[in-house]
């Protein structure tokens, strides 16, 4: 049995850097590279308060692995992994049906969710595919670079287009 006075067993490391003081649990911003970019996100870390080194505790180094990835698709215009996984579910689909829909293999899809960055091309087609805005957008781009007019359907029982706005791509 533990009396009150023993010092308890420490759960966080001596620092690395400084070797002088123990890591203490924080909030902090912290960088992480992706695709060659540096991203900034704040995070719950270890510092060191002598010397302020940083880290990320091992069992933590997938979340943050993925908040780096999703800063950085906010960055470029990109869906975030959780966007992408909303789109999916509204469309009450699962990986599988949502890759088929798609035209990918469905090891995309769980990459894409788990933090793997998708390309501008697939983001385009995703909103395309997920986002009825986006698509009226793509049909009026189209159109227009066929020079036929954004107006009535000449397809009987098809509804009439309308013209449109811009539609932001997030």
């Not at 990918?104 to 998708?118: A, P, T």
């Not at 781009?141 to 098809?158: C, D, F, I, N």
Request: one cysteine or more; charged letters at 25%.
């Amino acid at each position: 049995m533990k009396l009150a006075s023993e010092p308890s067993k420490r759960k966080t490391p001596k620092c690395p850097e400084c070797d002088k003081r123990y890591l203490q649990p924080a909030t902090t911003a912290l960088t992480g590279t992706t695709h060659g970019e540096s991203v900034s996100i704040v995070s719950d870390a270890l510092v060191c308060p002598n010397c302020g080194f940083k880290t990320i505790p091992t069992s933590r180094m997938g979340e943050f692995a993925l908040r780096v990835a999703d800063a950085y698709r906010e960055k470029h215009g990109l869906l975030t992994s959780g966007q992408m996984k909303d789109r999916r579910r509204k469309l009450r689909m699962s990986q599988q049906q949502f890759a088929r829909y798609l035209g990918v293999g469905s090891s995309s899809v769980k990459r894409w969710e788990l933090g793997w960055i998708q390309d501008k091309a697939m983001n385009d087609l995703i909103l395309v595919r997920t986002d009825p805005r986006a698509a009226e957008a793509n049909l009026a781009e189209v159109l227009a670079r066929l020079g036929k007019p954004v107006g009535r359907s000449k397809t009987p029982g098809a509804p009439a287009s309308r013209t449109l706005a811009p539609v932001s791509m997030i």
